[in-house]
């Protein structure tokens, strides 16, 4: 018949390392239970609501709305980048062609106001001088004695 025999190993019987404490002696002074409570719902945000709630919702689903969102945010971004450059595109476009045609056009519309004004300015001379010079033949004729018939006016 076989007999079992228990052997304890040296490592077992030594005594543990460490400070020697009574039992009577410890304190637990921070611990978390406590009878008083350090919540107060007016100070709560609603982040900490929110916080508060992600045990609820299962990890799948708020890796799901998580990759959903990133996505989204991803897009849009992109989005407003394409729109960025291409207003910066449309801006530098119409400074580099738009501004001088626009000043040129002001410089042609410049020239042609000038060109009317002087050909008023020319008219009006040649309605001035052209009766003055009806008036001085008719004077000169009337003093040499002609009896030309003279045009109404």
């Known amino acids: 018949m076989v007999t079992l025999t228990e ?6 019987q030594s005594g543990q390392a460490g400070p020697d404490m009574e039992e009577d002696d410890f304190t637990d002074t921070d ?4 009878n008083e409570s350090d919540f107060d ?3 709560e945000t609603l982040a900490d609501r929110l916080y508060a709630l992600r045990d609820i919702i ?15 945010s991803s ?21 580099f062609f738009g501004v001088p045609f626009a ?24 309605l001035l001088t052209a009766g ?9 004729g ?3 004695g002609d009896t030309q018939a003279k045009p109404a006016l």
Do not use: C
């Open 7 to 12: 052997v304890e190993d040296e490592h077992f």
């Open 31 to 34: 611990s978390e239970i406590s």
């Open 41 to 43: 719902p007016e100070i």
């Open 58 to 72: 299962p990890p799948t689903t708020r890796g799901w709305v998580s990759s959903r969102f990133n996505s989204l």
């Open 75 to 95: 897009k849009a971004w992109n989005v407003l980048s394409f729109s960025g450059k291409g207003a910066w595109v449309i801006t530098t476009s119409a400074l």
């Open 103 to 126: 000043l040129s056009f002001a410089e042609d519309q410049q020239l042609t106001a000038m060109e009317q004004e002087y050909n008023m300015r020319q008219t009006g001379s040649e």
């Open 132 to 140: 003055a010079e009806q008036g001085t033949a008719e004077k000169v």
């Open 142 to 144: 009337a003093a040499l």
